[in-house]
């Protein structure tokens, strides 16, 4: 049907066509008429601009023609009173210059220097003028003389201001009437050109024909407002030297309009619509009917669409048609109103009673009300109602219709039903689902409030955890307020014993009673989180002076540290508290709990149980160890960590018997360290293996050398800390070594080796032991160990501490301490080495007690690599007498 409209459509255009040429023939001859007319115009333009051109050129040739005759009567006369005084020529000038005239100055020069000038004012600086002299015009003045005749030049521009043509004479007097100079007369081109009617209802320009003269450089130079316009009107003046070419158009263009083109073309269009209008009318009255045909054509289409849509759509929703008839109590029901209301289809004619017993008995009373209320007011009918199927079930009914007046006068209600008991059905089993998913969503958020709750609480104290204090912090820090923040961080002391001893039941019991501690005592206002294992954090925004909490802390490690009972056990645990405020806004919250942990970790240094609150020495002093740190870890890489030497020595002969390797850090700026600066924060970092190794390393090539030397030093002993003793890759790198047995010898701590050495250690020990590595305990007498426990290992040497050696000079107490060792010592074979030698009195008494080695600053001080060999091939230390010996008590 598209495809018949638009070739209708198509064929309604045709119309038209006659119109259409009939319309671009007159139109063409509109055109060739305009064009005609606008080329008569022109025409006339032209010879009109010709005609005021040509007397433009005549008046403008009669003044200077005229200015030119005035000048040489006065040259005629000077002629003939070559040696006129000025008042004389000033006389006969002003009577030229009292005549209208264009003339600026006039001057006589005889032998081509000015001697008399017209008027005088204004023109000064020419008396005397030498034309041959002057470069701009020289030339100009020697032509009139080679040409003996008069020359007239310009335009140029005039020192005095202004534009100018120069008209030059030659002068001749004598009885041979010879040339003896020139005259020049300047005649204003401005007022020349001004009087000439210049500046009159034409465009126009003049310029040169010819080169120019006299410093005159622009060809043109006379422009009217107007821009000439292209193919102007163009006559020449032969002005004597110069020739000048006039350039004329009209003021407003070759392409003005005529009076009467309007007029004319105001007839040409009537004249063609006169002629096209009444044959386009002709062919919109033939489109209008063609159209009128196609409307009527697509009517009858989309009615008939209509009724099949319609019909479609009744046949697919299964809705009912009724309409009702008032006057004649008749109800035409279609097929599936019948349908619906199980009216056989024998039954031709249906009335309101048969609608009537089909409803249900409870909607009667309602249903008859709203079909009457829709009658009598004939307003829409909408409602729903119920009817009973033969079989008893019930139908939900959903009725609309409108009310209308036929031709006849009658009103008529016209209507559809439909069967919605599905939808009906479906709309409760929604509504029954909609009240379980609000249920199910309330139990799903009661549960994430449950699992909100969990996530942000500790499951065995119920208090907060590390995840909620990170929001609290980060709502601190994003608050911005200006109100101070404090944080207490809050370790339990002695909580790992009752865990080894008790177990983590009771660890766990512990930790319950300690959280209600706390609550107990902490404020409501301020928050309280467990952030893992026996650590508590407390976060405040009170004012600290007023809220006292180094008090408070006090007063929790007092309540911390009262005895618990657990499982029967009184139990005892105390609190080491660290503080931290924020007094600087830009501080961040996460900083805080940092400077808090160093403010706790310094209580726990200083003896636990006690409170430390964080300020500037310990930041000064974190800072330090932060940079201790990095250059420690730095100085690994670069090689830093060097041996220093101190040598041992036979009590008896006092030979070198053995040397340890003690570690020193070669800073690049501090120089050479020593041990216990850098050894606790190296442990921190975990690289005191590292030390270890590079040290042993270094140790194991000097024996090497100094066994080139021929020094035949027995041993070198260096330190090992329990962090290399557990690498596990320590035995097979001291294997992969070659280590002659009984060259190397390890010296370990007491307090760090026996009595707490688990399997593992006390297996590393053995294995080292089996590859020929002496074990030497160091700093003997001090540690904890037990004597049994110690001497399990088998060490190969007892080292006796210096706090033991230096005061057996004084102390009979400490002689007898050492000579107990000594002796434990031979019992079990065990060589004893004393350090901290610092006279050769403590050596004699050492020897005297029976100690095998000696070491200390009475001998030798530890030395670099190369310091050590220069004293071992010396042997300064060897006394020339022997001491005096000290009796032993």
């Known amino acids: 049907m598209n495809d018949r409209n638009a070739q209708l459509s198509f064929r309604g255009l045709g119309y038209y066509v006659p119109a259409i040429v009939v319309a671009f023939a007159v139109l063409i001859a509109v055109l060739l008429a305009d064009a005609q007319k606008r080329r008569l115009e022109e025409e006339y333009l032209r010879s009109f601009t010709t005609e005021q051109l040509g007397l433009l050129r005549s008046r403008l040739q009669g003044n200077i023609l005229g200015d030119v005759k005035l000048v040489q009567g006065l040259v005629a006369t000077v002629s003939t009173e070559p040696d006129m005084s000025p008042e004389r020529y000033a ?21 081509f220097v000015v001697s008399l000038v017209y008027p005088v004012k204004g023109n000064e600086r020419s008396i005397g003028l030498d034309y041959r002299k002057n470069e701009r015009q020289r030339a100009a003045a020697l032509q009139v003389q080679e040409l003996d005749r008069m020359v007239v030049t310009g335009p140029v521009d005039l020192v005095q201001g202004g534009r100018g043509v120069i008209a030059r004479y030659p002068i001749h007097a004598g009885k041979d009437n010879g040339f003896i100079g020139i005259a020049s007369a300047v005649i204003d081109l401005d007022k020349l050109l001004e009087k000439s009617g210049f500046k009159s209802a034409l465009k126009i320009a003049v310029s040169l024909s010819s080169g120019a003269h006299d410093g005159s450089e622009n060809k043109v130079f006379f422009n009217s407002a107007a821009a000439v316009d292209a193919d102007p009107v163009v006559m020449t003046i032969d002005i004597g030297h110069e020739a000048w070419t006039l350039s004329a158009a009209p003021l407003k263009g070759w392409q003005q309009p005529s009076a009467d083109l309007g007029l004319f073309r105001g007839g040409l269009l009537a004249i063609a619509l006169i002629i096209v209008v009444p044959i386009f009318w002709a062919g919109y009255l033939m489109k209008d009917r063609h159209r009128h045909i196609l409307a009527l054509q697509d009517r009858e289409d989309r009615l008939e669409i209509v009724s099949q849509r319609l019909q479609l759509a009744l046949d697919a929703s299964r809705v009912g ?46 249903a008859e009300r709203v079909f009457a209320s829709a009658i009598e007011t004939e307003e829409p009918y909408i409602t729903e109602f119920r009817v009973l199927t033969p079989s008893g079930a019930a139908r939900h009914i959903r009725a609309h219709g409108m009310t209308y007046h036929a031709s006849s006068g009658a009103k008529r209600i ?33 549960a994430r409030l449950v699992l909100e709750h969990n996530s942000l609480h500790d499951a065995l104290t119920r208090l907060p955890n590390r995840r909620f204090l990170d929001q609290q912090l980060a709502l601190a820090g994003a608050v911005g307020d200006g109100r101070p923040l404090t944080l207490l961080h809050i370790d339990l002391d002695r909580f790992k014993d009752i865990n080894d ?206 066994e080139g030397h021929g020094l035949g030093i027995p041993r070198v002993s260096v330190n090992v800390s329990c962090q290399r003793l557990r690498d596990e890759n320590l035995i097979a790198k001291l294997k ?107 050596a004699e008494l050492l020897r005297r007690l029976g100690c095998h080695t000696l070491q200390g600053y009475a001998f030798a001080r530890p030395m670099g690599a190369e310091d050590f060999l220069a004293f071992a091939k010396a042997r300064a230390w060897m006394p020339k007498t022997k001491p005096t010996a000290v009796k032993a008590s």
């Open 91 to 111: 006389d006969l000038a002003g009577r030229l210059f009292r005549e209208e005239t264009q003339l600026r100055s006039v001057a006589i020069a005889p032998d």
């Open 321 to 366: 048609v009724w309409e009702y008839d008032t006057q004649h109590d008749t109800l035409t029901w279609d097929a599936r109103m019948r349908e619906i209301y199980n009216v056989p289809p024998k039954q031709l004619i249906c009335g309101y009673a048969d609608w009537r017993k089909a409803l249900h008995p409870d909607d009667i009373e309602e």
């Open 414 to 446: 016209v209507g559809a039903n439909w069967d919605v008991t599905e939808d009906i059905r479906l709309q409760a089993e929604l509504l029954q689902a909609k009240l379980n998913a609000e249920a199910q969503n309330r139990a799903l958020e009661d």
């Open 501 to 706: 001893t008790l177990g983590h039941a009771a660890g766990d019991e512990v930790l319950k009673q300690a959280a209600g501690v706390l609550r107990a005592h902490v404020p409501a206002a301020d928050f309280i989180a467990r952030i893992g294992g026996d650590e508590f954090v407390l976060l405040s925004r009170r004012d600290p002076a007023e809220a006292d909490f180094s008090a408070l802390s006090a007063r929790l490690i007092e309540a911390i540290s009262e005895p618990m009972t657990i499982e029967g056990h009184d139990c005892r645990i105390g609190a080491s508290i660290g503080i931290a405020t924020r007094n600087e806004a830009e501080e961040s919250a996460e900083q805080l709990l940092v400077n808090a942990d160093i403010a706790l970790y310094e209580a726990k240094r200083r003896g636990r149980n006690r409170v430390e609150a964080f300020n500037d020495e310990l930041r000064l002093r974190t800072v330090e160890v932060k940079r201790l740190s990095d250059d420690i870890l730095r100085g690994l890489e670069r090689g830093e960590f060097h041996p220093f030497f101190q040598p041992q020595f036979d009590a008896e002969t006092l030979e070198i018997v053995g040397v340890e390797a003690l570690a020193r850090w070669n800073h690049p700026t501090r120089g050479f360290i020593a041990p216990d600066t850098f050894l606790p924060v190296a442990e921190s970092l975990n690289v005191v293996a590292r030390i270890d190794e590079a040290i042993l390393g270094q140790a194991l090539f000097q024996a090497m050398r100094w």
């Open 736 to 842: 992969a070594m070659n280590i002659r047995p009984g060259t190397l010898t390890f010296e370990l701590l007491e307090s760090i080796s026996f009595d707490t050495a688990d399997d593992g250690l006390k297996q590393a020990i053995e294995e080292i032991k089996a590859l020929g590595i002496d074990i030497e305990i160091d700093d003997f007498g001090t540690g904890h160990a037990s004597i049994i426990s110690l001497l399990e290992l088998s060490p190969k040497r007892l080292k006796i501490d210096r706090r033991l050696v230096q005061p057996l000079l004084e102390s009979t107490a400490q002689q007898s301490l050492v000579r107990s060792i000594i002796e434990i010592g031979k019992v079990r074979d065990i060589e004893t080495v004393a350090e901290g030698v610092e006279t050769l009195a403590h």
